[in-house]
């Protein structure tokens, strides 16, 4: 079984099959979030990311790989994830593969994460910020475009 850190609208359970089974909420060590109108990770030393740890079958892989349009949209990293109980483990991200310039999501798709963040009882509070804060900043030289 492996584990899989969501940070995006995977974060709400609403998206995710209902017999699965959660560690809990946690943060992505050494990245930070941004937005090319979906949610990504970029490389950033010091910065965490707010996520939800999941259990991940093959079979919800293979679903959330679909999803995800992985490995052309996404690819997958392993990351560093502190919970918030301290222990820190390694779990599986889906990380966008070329981000270009990073654009602010549509207000629907940002409302859904917010959603899922508040599921689990992460703060929403930074979220808008990130996402208006970005507009037009090109990402295309750092890790966070790497293919």
């Known amino acids: ?22 560690r809990g909420g946690g943060e992505i060590i050494d990245y930070r979030l941004a937005f090319n109108r979906h949610a990504t990770i970029i490389p950033e030393s010091g910065s965490t990311v707010p996520c939800v740890v999941w259990e991940m079958d093959e079979k919800l892989e293979k679903g959330l790989d679909y999803r995800e349009t992985y490995p052309t949209y996404y690819r997958k990293e392993n990351v560093n994830v502190k919970l918030s109980d301290g222990i820190i483990l390694t779990a599986v991200a889906y990380v966008m593969n070329d ?39 090109d990402t295309s030289n750092s890790n966070g475009g790497a293919k």
């Open 1 to 22: 079984m492996k584990l899989y850190a969501a940070y995006g609208m995977n974060t709400n359970k609403y998206f995710m099959p209902p017999d699965l089974l959660g």
């Open 99 to 137: 981000t270009g310039k990073l654009l602010a999501p549509e207000t629907s798709y940002l409302d859904l994460i917010k959603e899922g963040y508040k599921q689990h009882g992460i703060k929403t509070d930074k979220l808008s910020s990130i996402a208006n804060n970005q507009r037009g900043i």
